[in-house]
């Protein structure tokens, strides 16, 4: 009995298996595939755009898409420029490969990528995607539905807005990492490690994005001489339209009202009654956020706690060496900080971007009012403009450093 | 149903080697009592043997008689000084007493052999057989019965070290082929009556002596009796070694996995006894089986309890760890290199796809040809004489591996992978063990070339689920995991402190399931008492007390 | 069958807990979120609560005759033929489920990581797996959910864990958004048919060691993995909110891909995630699989079920082809899900019924004719 159940499992599982034989379907070897490790994304130029081959439409016959023209430059890592082990010294040689290919839409341009690639072109590696200014305040939505739709791309892949061309960070060549675009991926990533910037990869992004009350913010990023990239502020959005950046101290207020606890900014505070000024560092923060009506209209109240520490005093002539000198340090502290949030929360009103998520706040805390008068982001918009706001901040130095005076 | 299996088996095998030819024809015919009939007829079955000796003498200088033995398997010394020297020169006390025919047999082996081992028998069959065991078998004229005298003395080597089962802290008794020593070392280790012995005989032609071994009172009576009844079905021409009979008692002959633990070890033997399980030896075979077993006793040494419990616990995971990973390392390896390069670190993701850029095949066949490849060097290495297979494993390993590098038909993380899955499988401290791990190797090395890491935990659910619905004489294979048994479960990925188990693993369903005695669980608050001695001297003496209670447990 | 009843109370509870978590885990917070925005996980413990009312009638109705399944004792309840027919309609419906979740599955697969290989192939690789297991007797088959059980709440747990760092607690508020209530009835209802695995214990009670303690079985089997489903909703929301998780097919896998472990040590968790997951897909399949075959040996009266699991297997393999694509396949889910929930609440509170007026009206006549 038991002789025949065999046979016949023999027999079902090599039919079965004859198929699958055939198959491998998935494999690919990691040095058959062209690994994609950055991706910069311009608007195409004039001359560029009489260049574009017809890959995936056939001239006009096909309903070309409105947007603007899009050039797409990937920066791709060349098997074995990167060797195994310990670098070997005199590798001048560039490892990785950039290829520059123009297209409508973000796989219109990836379809042209692969026509001159003889690998597949392999996304799973993609860690930094930089978008020209130009185009981001055009709106970012065009890339991102690829960018979902395709299981390859890492939900931790970093978005960053360029200020110059985004060809120019794929032709860049840092002397601090082997792979120029992992240098890339870790300025962002060590940057929001250290506390210079809030956490920011393209999952995050998405999220904020889809959410209802809260607008978009990305890392803005300037090129410093050749070889140096500077985290130059902040890119803020309205839907998915950059608006405008901060300047690179307004991104620790963002990250104070926001109740980012990781401080990593300084600011040099004037002493009261000097003419001099120390430097004061957050070390961290604890924000809370209130939100209420206020006759009708929508009222925000901030409180921020601020540990600071005193890093560097301007000349000798300021004596920290008693309390009552920190505690004045403390306020004139405050009232800075206070004084730049309420510019910042002005300024970002003035262009429609929550990037605090203060609407997030009012659609989860007083939801009759929310689901009355907002329910979608568009309304939420208009309404940010209209709040009102009140902040209190409250610095405590705790520390000043080895030295006594 | 495997033991039906058995059984069909030996029946459908036609009787074409009748054990014995020659005795076969004089069937069980009785002796007669004349001495030249008797010679005649051993000389007719073993006549052209050149150690037959037949020696006439006359006993008590009146009886003429003669011994027979095969001189190739007794002890001469023993023949001369204990049989042939009380028979010829008659002993001062039986000195004028008579002596007839009828009472020759009785005076001779109550009074007169200076040997503990005397029997009569009248039957030619058993005549030769007794001859071909090394007894010696005096025949007397007239009397109908032949005495047979265990004189046998067969070579054997000395017990050493056992070879496969190395541990650096513990006992360095190995068994040997000789049956009576190996159940001499275990009787060393277990005087108690509990520890019982059966034999019985298996092999046509070998006529092996079998001995199953098992605490009384402790093993469970039904795995016992159901150990017997496979063994008595089993009718074979030879059993050479304890492996034959492995291969008709265990429950799933097509399962890659061993169902039965063979060791060289007698301790290992042992605590096996002692946690209920049943051990078999077989005569000429330098193995003990011991079943019932579960596979996370075949992680397990008899170290990880010599030692102590963080020191056994800590090895035992690193043994886990290798026996993972000469499962699924290669298969890992080729559907991260090959369907999913993105779970690598970038960076280390571009230094792979550099080295292997000059590599023509796909990581499946790669991999699988190193693998081969490695198999053909291990059985080399095992069948080459000590003095070469130590020089060729090293010039195999290194010189290949680089040559294949070099030569572009492999890249070095490759070699990487291959040698630690090598190393890995090394780990496991049972060889049948690792086998099955080594052979299941490659099918899931194909499936994770078809469908990467998908393929790999199919692979792996249906290596699992076979074990989970093995059975080793009734006991499921994976207990105490599942089937769950908290008892057992402390001893299966680390090895808790023997004073956390005092009870026998309970999957064995063992009659007597107490280890420890109840106050030896103490032992950690008279840790904390001894500390306290300066302060109160009272509790010192408890302290003995307790110590010698447990450890007599223990043993 | 003769297999000895060996069950324990602990195999028990494993055996739901690794029923009821599978595939569905993975677009469970999307069908929460859709229902009831914000209160997805109010919506799910209310969809869990509904499981496990039925679970419990389920349980109590196989305590009363703690020798039977449903299959046999539904013909002592309600009559030979008429218990026959329903007992063809809970068979079918858990054959549908079968292929169903091994289309789902592999509808997964083949979307996230083998995006070239054959959606027919990884169907039939899971039904094989599922088909060649189901050999086994009941014992083993208790023996191998109890083992997985651990590999299946442990990658969930992880990610959870490591996830939370980016949770937005803001998110989950408010508890009670204010939905249609239609809507969130019908969500619920969908969460209530991803525990529909947990009819299995019908059958498992016949072989337990001892069936009085089958409540407990349940009542734990039920706790554990409605936790973990309400876990993983809750950290799914927190973390991406209720608009991001409507963009997204798998919200859990896409938790997994956004989920970084500490040193990098693995870069992408979700396909780790799936991998892992292959194994509580494969109990779910395994366990509705063999219910499936089970009971039709007991309905026809056979005395073993090895064959019939090859038997079924091509059928299985059709029904799971049936749906066009993705998007009809999940359509077709939530219909089934909910139409089931008559066969697997509905049709044993029925039975409960007319048992409890049964036996009442025995005690009466033996009262009166006493």
């Known amino acids: 009995m038991w002789q025949n159940h065999r046979e016949i499992k023999v027999v079902i599982l090599f039919f079965i298996l004859i198929p699958i034989l055939s198959g491998c379907w998935d494999s690919k070897e990691i040095e058959k595939r062209a690994n994609v490790l950055a991706i910069g994304i311009d608007k195409a130029s004039e001359e560029e755009r009489k260049m574009e081959e017809d890959v995936s439409h056939l001239g006009k016959k096909f309903p070309i898409p409105d947007e603007e023209m899009i050039k797409v430059t990937a920066q791709i890592a060349v098997p074995g420029r990167i060797p195994l082990g310990p670098q070997q010294p005199g590798g001048a040689v560039k490892p990785v490969l950039v290829v520059k290919v123009i297209g409508h839409t973000f796989q219109d341009a990836m379809l042209n990528l ?12 993609l860690r930094i995607i930089v978008i020209s200014e130009e185009i981001a305040r055009k709106g970012t939505s065009r890339f991102n539905d690829l960018l979902r739709r395709n299981p390859e791309i890492r939900r931790t892949a970093s978005l960053v807005v360029s200020k110059e061309t985004a060809s120019k960070y794929m032709d860049l060549t840092p002397e601090l990492e082997r792979i120029p675009s992992l240098y890339l991926a870790d300025i962002v990533d060590n940057l929001t490690a250290i506390g210079k910037f809030p956490p920011s990869f393209i999952g995050l992004f998405w999220t904020i994005y889809s959410s209802k009350g809260q607008d978009t913010y990305l890392p803005y990023l300037a090129l410093k001489g050749k070889k140096t990239i500077q985290l130059n502020g902040l890119a803020y959005f309205h839907g998915d339209k950059m608006v405008g950046k901060t300047s690179p101290l307004e991104i620790g207020v963002f990250m104070a009202v926001r109740g980012i606890g990781r401080g990593g900014y300084g600011a040099f505070v004037e002493v009261p009654g000097e003419d001099e000024s120390v430097l004061v560092r957050a070390v961290s923060r604890k924000t809370r956020t209130k939100v209420k009506l206020k006759n009708g209209i929508p009222h925000v109240s901030i409180r921020i706690q601020y540990e600071s520490e005193i890093d560097e005093k301007e000349s000798a002539k300021i004596l920290l060496s008693d309390s ?82 | ?108 082996i109550t009074e007169t052999l200076y040997h503990s081992q005397a029997k009569t028998d009248a039957n030619i069959d058993e005549l030769i057989g007794g001859l071909l065991l090394g007894e010696t078998v005096i025949i007397i004229d007239g009397v109908k019965e032949a005495i047979h005298i265990d004189t046998r003395k067969v070579e054997k080597r000395a017990i050493a070290q056992p070879e496969t089962e190395q541990v650096i802290l513990g006992p360095r008794e190995g068994f040997i082929e000789n049956i009576s020593t190996n159940i001499s070392l275990l009787r060393y280790r277990l005087p108690t009556p509990d520890f019982q012995v059966k034999t019985l005989k298996i092999g046509r032609l070998t006529k092996s002596t079998v001995a199953i071994c098992y605490l009384k009172g402790i093993a469970n009576e039904t795995v016992i009796k159901e150990v017997e009844k496979r063994l008595s079905e089993i009718d074979i021409d030879a059993i050479l070694d304890v492996g034959y009979l492995e291969q008709f008692i265990e429950d799933n002959p097509f399962s890659p996995f061993p169902q039965t633990q063979s060791t060289e070890r ?28 579960v596979f996370n006793q075949f992680y397990q040494t008899t170290e990880d309890y010599s030692s102590r419990f963080l020191m056994g616990s800590f090895v035992r995971l690193a043994r886990m760890l290798a026996l993972v990973f000469s499962l699924i390392f290669p298969s890992l390896y080729v559907s991260l290199i090959s369907f999913n390069p993105e779970l690598l670190p970038t960076e280390f993701a571009v230094a792979v796809a550099g080295g292997r850029a000059g590599v023509p095949y796909p990581a499946v066949i790669e991999v699988l040809i190193i693998e081969v490849s490695m198999e053909i060097l291990r059985e080399a290495t095992v069948r080459l004489p000590k003095q070469v297979g130590g020089a060729l494993s090293i010039v195999g390993v290194l010189v290949i591996g680089q040559a294949a590098v070099e030569a572009g038909l492999a890249s070095p993380i490759t070699v990487v992978v291959i040698a630690l899955t090598t190393i890995g499988s090394f780990a496991t401290p049972t060889y049948t063990a690792a086998f099955a791990l080594r052979m299941l190797r490659f099918p899931i090395m194909i499936l994770s070339g078809i469908f990467g890491l998908y393929g790999i935990m199919v692979g792996v659910i249906f290596i699992f689920n076979h074990m989970l619905s093995l059975k080793s004489f009734g006991v499921p294979y994976m207990a105490p995991v599942s089937p769950e048994n908290y008892q057992g479960m402390k001893d299966v990925i680390i090895r808790s402190p023997l004073w956390w188990m005092p009870k026998r693993p309970g999957f064995l369903q063992p009659s007597n399931q107490n280890r420890l005695s109840k106050n030896a669980n103490k032992i950690l608050e008279h840790n904390k008492v001894g500390n306290d001695q300066r302060e109160d001297t009272t509790n010192g003496g408890s302290k003995g007390d307790h110590n010698t209670s447990s450890n007599d447990n223990l043993n | 069958m003769g297999d000895p009843k060996e069950i324990t109370t602990l195999q028990a509870t494993t055996i739901l807990i690794s029923t009821i978590i599978g595939v569905g885990v993975l677009p469970l917070p999307l069908f929460a979120v859709r229902a009831g925005e914000t209160s997805a996980p109010f919506v799910t413990l209310t969809g869990i609560l509904l499981a496990a009312i039925g679970l419990m009638i389920l349980t109590y109705l196989g305590m009363r005759h703690p020798k039977k399944t449903i299959i046999t004792y539904s013909q002592d309840i309600i009559g030979k033929w008429l218990g026959k027919l329903f007992s063809i309609f809970v068979i079918f419906f858990f054959v549908i489920l079968t292929s169903l979740a091994a289309r789902e599955f592999g509808a997964v697969v083949v979307t996230a990581v083998l995006r070239e290989t054959p959606l027919e192939v990884t169907v039939i690789v899971m039904l094989l797996l599922a088909s060649i297991s189901c050999r086994n007797n009941i014992n083993v088959f208790s023996y191998i959910h109890n083992f997985y059980v651990p590999m299946i709440l442990a990658p969930v747990l992880i990610v959870v864990a490591f996830s939370l760092k980016n949770a937005n607690s803001l998110y989950l508020r408010p508890i009670f958004s204010g939905n249609d209530i239609r809507d969130m009835a019908a969500g619920m209802l969908t969460i209530s048919a991803l525990f529909q695995g947990s009819f299995i214990i019908t059958m498992i009670i016949p072989s337990m060691k001892s069936p009085k303690k089958a409540l407990k079985a349940s009542f734990w089997g039920i ?6 489903y309400l876990l993983i909703v809750i950290a799914t929301v927190a ?132």
């Open chain 2, 266 to 293: 007698p301790d290992k033997t042992v605590a096996n006894l002692i946690e209920g399980r049943v051990a078999i030896l077989v005569d000429g075979s330098p193995f003990s089986l011991v079943v019932p077993v």
């Open chain 3, 239 to 370: 973390i991406f909110g209720p608009e991001e998780i409507k963009q997204i097919f798998w919200p859990t896998l896409e938790l997994a891909r956004t989920t970084a472990i500490p040193g990098n040590i693995l870069q992408r968790l979700d396909i780790i995630f799936l991998a892992v997951w292959v194994l509580a897909v494969f109990t779910t399949l395994f366990s509705s699989y063999y219910f499936s075959i089970h009971s039709i040996k007991e309905l026809l009266g056979l005395k073993d079920h090895k064959m019939l699991s090859y038997f079924i297997l091509p059928f299985v393999f059709f029904l799971a082809m049936l749906p066009q694509n993705i998007l009809h396949m999940y359509e077709i889910i939530q219909y089934i899900g909910r139409a089931g929930l008559l066969i697997t609440i509905m049709y044993p509170a029925f039975l409960l019924i007319i048992d409890f007026l049964r036996s009442w009206r025995k005690k009466k006549n033996v009262a009166k004719s006493s």
């Open chain 3, 223 to 228: 706790l554990v993995s409605g936790g973990l």
């Open chain 1, 324 to 405: 009552d000198m920190l505690k004045k340090i403390e306020k004139e502290s405050s009232k800075n900080t206070k004084k730049s949030i309420e510019k910042l929360i002005a300024k970002t009103q003035k262009l429609n971007s929550d990037i605090f998520g203060f609407g997030e706040h009012f659609r989860a805390k007083l939801p009759q009012y929310w689901n009355k008068n907002v329910k979608t982001k568009e309304k939420w918009s208009e309404i940010y403009k209209t709040i009102t706001f009140d902040v209190k901040v409250d610095s405590h130095i705790h520390r000043v450093g080895m030295k006594s005076k």
């Open chain 2, 1 to 108: 149903m495997s033991l039906f299996r058995t059984k069909k088996r030996s029946i459908k095998k036609p009787q074409l080697l009748t054990p014995s030819k020659l005795g076969e024809e004089k069937g069980s015919t009785p002796t007669s009592s004349s001495l030249i009939e008797t010679e005649k007829a051993v000389k007719e079955i073993l006549g052209v043997n050149g150690d037959l000796q037949i020696k006439h003498f006359k006993v008590f200088g009146q009886f003429s008689a003669a011994s027979v033995y095969l001189s190739s398997l007794v002890n001469q010394d023993v023949i001369n000084q204990d049989i042939l020297k009380p028979l010829m020169y008659e002993p001062e006390h039986l000195m004028g007493r008579e002596k007839t025919l009828n009472n020759l047999i009785n005076l001779i």
């Open chain 1, 114 to 125: 692969q026509q001159e690639l003889a690998d597949e072109v392999f996304l799973g590696h």
